[in-house]
């Protein structure tokens, strides 16, 4: 499988802290790559260098060959369009003055010259409503404000922006973590559906390893700014290798309460 | 065995300018003294409501306890005057909240402010009652608690902070203890720390825990039985392993199928 992001020796120093330290990884196209640790563990860090949104202190990202860091503006530009993502709070995470047509067109209105002005905006309207429509939300949202919807919706709006663009690559920085357990489920079912009908590389960040477990091809496991542990999701889950991955798994709360712990040690 | 806490058909409203919203609409649940009851349900279900309403901590206006009795020994806490419920809070009846960094004071020590619930409690000289709050945060499994005492909670982990308020929970021997969402903000494996810390102190001080969460492994993992919420009413109530095995109810057997259960053989 050909890889769609290489990660080499990437490091972030945030002062004498090393948030991100000397990471090596690959994305490979279509896949889901989990990246799980606890908080300070650099994920989000790491998933920030990888959109760009932070300069390292040392190492390379190269997306599908070209390497992130030393593009010339315009086709740094153009790459970022292959590249969106989905953060954790659907409540911070949108103008709450803008209209969901506002707010999902963003992207369009931002790198397609054909969607502004007058002429732009029923063109705009139109693939808003399609893009609705792929998250499972009516066209008729388009007219309202994020504060009308719930989370689970406001996720789906979210999700919809991310499309817009047509990307290769989704980052999912905890997308469910906000989100009530039967809303989760939903949304996580819906990001299934999507990456096969848009063939979409997802690197999904999250600390939640139940939920990982439902979406992940592989896994890396983060502590400390380095990866501890990457696998395929199947052998993390039954043959943990390191340690510290034991260690979280066992703290996962069991909702059988006959198999639960129920003690203390 | 008597019930030590027993809610009988509450109701609660928030009469709003857009209208009333009613937040428990005739719940009823009790507990009693060295048992742990869950109170389970999804956003905007009234659990935070129905537990605020224990201390009558809800903001009067808008909220209006339009019905119902709130039991500590047969004494009703709605009726009781402003004077006797500030007696009733901290030393029958306390709590925790979710997000420990918003209910410490960020600038002052937080031995200081364990110390201050010492002596709202008890006469205790200054000297008296820094030495019992350093007690305190060392029965609430603080490592070093002389020098912790000495910092600011932002100089503390969030699980460290969590312990810090449930040592100021405990510092008056509350014979009831109501946590709100207490793990939600922890990394996982803090949350398995801070519940066996809670199990643990229960066992010792033989308290009733009132445990609002919902994540129902966390129920599986501690409680001794689950009232399930939703909108304001009780859908079904029970010991938690026949609830988990045999729920009565569809939406109790929705919310525990779409519970993210990790599968590790």
């Not at chain 1, 506002?102 to 397609?112: F, G, I, Q, R």
Request: a neutral charge; hydrophobic letters at 40%; aromatic letters at 4%.
């Amino acid at each position: 499988m050909t890889n769609l992001v290489e990660i080499r020796g990437l490091r972030k120093d945030y002062g004498s802290v090393a948030a991100v330290d000397g990471v090596d990884l690959d994305v490979e196209t279509g896949e889901t790559l989990a990246v799980v640790g606890e908080s300070g563990s650099g994920k989000t860090t790491l998933t920030r260098l990888l959109l760009r949104l932070a300069e390292p202190s040392a190492g390379s990202v190269r997306f599908d060959g070209a390497d992130l860091f030393s593009l010339p503006p315009a086709r740094l530009r153009a790459l970022r369009r292959e590249m969106q993502v989905v953060l954790q709070d659907p409540y911070s995470s949108m103008n709450p003055r803008w209209r969901v047509t506002d707010v999902v067109a963003e992207p369009l209105v931002t790198h397609e010259r054909g969607m502004r002005g007058r002429r732009g905006r029923a063109k705009l309207r139109e693939q808003v409503s399609e893009l609705l429509d792929a998250v499972g939300l009516p066209p008729q949202v388009q007219d309202r404000y994020p504060h009308e919807f719930s989370g689970g919706q406001r996720q789906r709006i979210s999700v919809a922006r991310a499309l817009a663009l047509r990307p290769r690559l989704v980052v999912l920085d905890e997308p469910t973590s906000a989100l009530d357990v039967s809303v989760q489920a939903q949304v996580l079912d819906l990001l299934v559906d999507l990456q096969d009908r848009f063939g979409l590389t997802y690197v999904f960040v999250s600390h939640n390893l139940a939920v990982v477990q439902q979406i992940a091809d592989r896994v890396a496991v983060m502590r400390a700014g380095r990866v501890l542990e990457l696998a395929p999701a199947r052998r993390l889950f039954t043959e943990p290798e390191h340690e510290y991955t034991r260690a979280l798994l066992d703290a996962v709360p069991n909702p059988d309460p006959r198999q639960a712990r129920r003690v203390v040690p | 065995m008597s019930p030590l806490l027993e809610i009988t058909d509450l109701r609660i409203e928030f009469r709003l300018a857009t209208g009333t919203v009613t937040a428990a609409d005739g719940v009823s649940l009790a507990v009693s003294a060295g048992e742990t009851l869950a109170v389970v349900g999804e956003s905007g279900s009234g659990k935070t409501a129905t537990a605020l309403s224990v201390l009558r901590l809800n903001p009067e206006p808008p909220c209006v306890y339009a019905g119902g009795e709130v039991l500590l020994d047969g004494r009703d806490l709605l009726r009781v005057s402003e004077k006797d419920l500030r007696r009733i809070r901290g030393n029958d009846v306390a709590m925790v909240f979710q997000d420990p960094m918003t209910s410490l004071n960020p600038l002052k020590r937080v031995g200081a402010q364990v110390a201050e619930v010492v002596r709202k409690h008890q006469s205790a000289s200054r000297a008296a009652a820094r030495e019992a709050a350093v007690a305190a945060l060392r029965e609430a499994g603080i490592p070093d608690p002389q020098r912790r005492a000495g910092q600011y909670p932002h100089q503390l982990s969030g699980g460290l902070r969590q312990r810090v308020m449930i040592a100021m929970a405990l510092v008056g021997r509350p014979r009831v203890l109501i946590a709100d969402e207490p793990t939600t903000a922890l990394d996982v494996t803090v949350q398995a720390r801070i519940l066996e810390l809670l199990v643990d102190l229960q066992r010792r001080h033989g308290m009733a825990i009132v445990l609002i969460t919902h994540d129902l492994g966390v129920v599986a993992e501690v409680a001794d039985r689950v009232v399930v919420l939703r909108s304001g009413q009780v859908v079904e109530s029970g010991d938690v392993v026949s609830v988990f095995e045999r729920p009565r109810e569809d939406y109790t057997r929705d919310l525990l199928r779409a519970t993210p259960k990790l599968e590790r053989a």
